[in-house]
């Protein structure tokens, strides 16, 4: 079936990159998702990839997407300690014609100073 | 990892009934508990934050006596989508807490007829 896999920590010092890893397995998945969770809140989207896009950036937060080995992966450049938070990968799977969002566990980020 | 566990899993009911969806943590305390709802082909959206024993804090644009949610235990949150409409038909998500991190149910694809 549907699957997501991520590691579970990552630990970088304030000033580095960051770069969180996911691999899926539904090679027809048409979206990509990164959401943020701060400790005690929701859910908060990131950013989302396309599927026919091989990379998308937004200020801080770069997306790769490798289609073909079905690997996506979050870059946070100049990393601070307010970035430090849960980081979960999602695609969009399959569910007839309406599609349901697939999770990982998460990657938790712990920014040192 | 931690267990969630969201069931049902699918409902098909009909217009003007309600449907209560469980989310329970099988292995762990969930003090906070979010449900979430996905639009076709769109991100997921935080619908609502519970903590066990209060009250649920309703995001902006939720109806909170259309959404009735739940958390009288720590281990258990319900949410019952009353007098449903065919508009409600969705994709709901439960999140479970007990601290930092955040586990998913497996979804509830609700389909009102």
């Known amino acids: 079936g549907e699957d997501v896999e991520q590691s579970l920590f990552l630990s970088v010092r304030e000033g580095d990159s960051s770069v969180i890893n996911c691999t899926y397995t539904?090679?027809?998945?048409?979206?990509l998702y990164w959401y943020k969770q701060e400790p005690g809140a929701g859910l908060q989207l990131l950013t989302y990839?396309?599927?026919?896009?091989d990379m998308k950036q937004d200020q801080r937060l770069t997306v790769l997407l490798n289609k073909k080995d079905k690997h996506l992966s979050l870059r946070i450049a100049d990393t601070q300690t307010g970035d430090s938070a849960i980081y979960f990968c999602?695609?969009?799977?399959?569910?007839?014609?309406?599609?349901?969002?697939?999770f990982g566990k998460g990657t938790k980020l712990s920014v040192k100073p | 990892g931690a267990v969630v566990s969201q069931h049902p899993s699918r409902v098909i009911c009909k217009s003007g009934t309600s449907v209560k969806i469980e989310c329970r943590s099988l292995d762990f305390q969930a003090t906070t508990m979010f449900w979430y709802r996905q639009f076709p082909k769109q991100s997921l959206m935080l619908m609502a934050t519970s903590n066990e024993g209060s009250k649920a804090t309703y995001e902006q644009g939720v109806e909170k006596d259309k959404f009735l949610i739940n958390h009288a235990s720590l281990t258990l949150s319900t949410l019952t989508v009353t007098s449903a409409h065919p508009e409600d038909s969705s994709f709901y998500i439960c999140s479970a807490s007990g601290g930092a991190e955040a586990f998913f149910g497996q979804g509830t694809r609700l389909t009102v007829v």
């Open positions: 539904d090679s027809s998945s048409t979206y």
């Open positions: 990839i396309f599927s026919n896009m």
């Open positions: 999602a695609e969009l799977g399959h569910g007839g014609s309406q599609g349901n969002l697939i």
